[in-house]
């Protein structure tokens, strides 16, 4: 017995088990079994990154000059920092890519229900603003949602996707 956020298994005495967790550990797959998440980035055929298996796909390029893109179903987002640059040195489920920006540094990491994106400011001369280009599948629109989070809507206005909104630690 499975779901998005738990697994059971049947132990010894033949009772049941059940782990439950805080995100999810289990998708969908294509016949409409649970599969295991595994969001280990490996090298693709043709060039950058992508996760093993969830119910979403992400695609990190050989350079951040490309963009970053994110695919469920027929549903594409891609969005690129303007000017950024650099090379992924990837372990596990993230990514890192150095120096992108003057004094920034950027780290994307595939979870169980979303890709995050961090951009780490080195110093005080690192830049105090960012833009980013987005590009949409056929029938996505991206409106502004609650508390400033960026939310990408279907042609029937459900909300497929959301970038959170942004915030900063010290």
Excluded: C
């Amino acid at each position: 017995l499975r779901t998005a956020r738990s697994r059971t298994y049947t132990n010894a005495a033949g009772s049941y088990v059940a782990r439950v967790f805080a995100e999810p550990v289990n998708h969908r797959g294509a016949d409409g079994r649970w599969r295991k998440i595994d969001n280990r980035l490996e090298r693709t055929a043709g060039g950058g990154l992508s996760n093993r298996s969830n119910r979403y796909d992400v695609q990190l390029p050989d350079t951040l000059a490309e963009p970053v893109a994110v695919r469920e179903g027929d549903d594409r987002i891609a969005f690129r920092l303007l000017g950024a640059e650099g090379a992924p040195d990837a372990s596990g489920n993230a990514a890192r890519y150095d120096d992108v920006l003057p004094s920034v540094d950027a780290v994307y990491e595939a979870r169980g229900d979303a890709l995050k994106e961090t951009l780490v400011l080195a110093d005080r001369e690192a830049p105090h603003a960012f833009a980013f280009q987005l590009s949409l599948s056929d029938g996505l629109t991206a409106r502004l949602g609650d508390a400033d989070a960026v939310e990408f809507t279907n042609e029937h206005g459900a909300v497929v996707a959301s970038f959170a909104p942004p915030f900063m630690e010290d």
